[in-house]
């Protein structure tokens, strides 16, 4: 069983910064892929960036040069860097862990606003 914690939500003005944090801890090998999806209301959830075990990243066309993602293997934590934000990034940012061995892990997400 692997245990999820997403933290670093909270209110932001447009243009602002934030950054998000997941940590997963249990029993856990290793992790193939760690990723940042989000949910705004009244839409589906949507990858915003995925990143490999081996740091190969891939992002959502709507964050692409805005928000950055990168991992600590040996704190088995992911990072997601959301720079100048915009009111449409508001959003419920759940974590996903794909573990080696093992069905993949939710966060119980941390909620994002962008607003004036």
């Not at 960036?49 to 692409?64: E, F, L, P």
């Not at 794909?98 to 939710?106: D, E």
Request: net charge positive.
């Amino acid at each position: 069983q692997v245990q999820v914690v997403e933290s670093g939500g909270g209110l932001v003005q447009p243009g602002g910064s934030l950054r998000l944090s997941c940590a997963a801890s249990g029993r856990i090998f290793s992790i193939l892929r760690m990723a940042w999806y989000r949910q705004a209301p009244g839409k589906q959830r949507e990858l915003v960036a995925g990143i490999t075990g081996g740091g190969n990243t891939n992002y959502a066309d709507s964050v692409k040069g805005r928000f950055t993602i990168s991992r600590d293997n040996a704190k088995n934590t992911v990072y997601l860097q959301m720079n100048s934000l915009k009111p449409e990034d508001t959003a419920v940012y759940y974590c996903n862990i794909v573990p080696a061995l093992g069905s993949s892990s939710w966060g119980q997400g941390t909620q994002v606003t962008v607003s004036s």
